[in-house]
């Protein structure tokens, strides 16, 4: 009887331990680098009625930049930079963003799926520091809704996006 209950414990660890680590690969096998060419091109998300962000990304290898804009009331201003890249050793993108008056964020973030990017703000790349979350869902090639989440978890905002560059 202890024989057949080994048997069946060593088996039942080997079962959770291959279906945990075929979890944990589908986020690897996820190509990072061709999913991020969804971000590529201009972006327009109309915050109110006088408001409109555009972001302008572009791809070098394996680092993207995006300029984003202002446009209020027809006049266009700079508002933040994010330069982020893929590493290919860890498979996440480590991003970093600076606004014109100066502040400024780091972030980890990664596809989940092929259509939803899920960003981590934290303090100098340190995944143990949660200062809230952001997720792109990608719903078409051209239209995008992006969440933000306090770190508390509380969703504080969100809106659609459009490509139309």
């Known amino acids: 009887m202890k024989k057949l209950c080994l048997t069946f414990v060593i088996s039942l660890s080997l079962l959770l331990i291959s279906t945990g680590m075929q979890g944990q690969m589908t986020l690897?096998?996820?190509d990072q680098l061709k999913l991020g060419q969804q971000f590529i091109g201009t972006w327009q998300n109309v915050l109110n009625k006088d408001t409109i962000e555009v972001t302008e990304s572009q791809q070098y290898g394996y680092t993207f930049?995006?300029?984003?804009?202002?446009?209020?009331?027809?006049?266009r201003s700079f508002n933040y930079i994010n330069n982020f890249c893929l590493s290919p050793k860890e498979g996440k993108y480590k991003g970093f963003v600076t606004w014109s008056n100066g502040s400024s964020i780091t972030w980890i973030g990664i596809f989940v799926t092929e259509k939803k990017f899920v960003v981590n703000f934290?303090?100098?790349f340190n995944p143990e520091t949660n200062l809230g979350r952001m997720e792109l869902n990608y719903e078409t090639p051209t239209t995008l809704t992006l969440t933000q989440y306090n770190s508390d978890g509380i969703k504080t905002f969100e809106s659609k996006a459009k490509k139309v560059k």
């Not at 995006?66 to 209020?72: P, Q």
Request: hydrophobic share 40%; no cysteine; glycine share 6%.
């Open 28 to 30: 690897t096998q996820l």
């Open 65 to 75: 930049v995006e300029n984003v804009y202002l446009v209020i009331n027809g006049k």
């Open 122 to 124: 934290v303090q100098n």
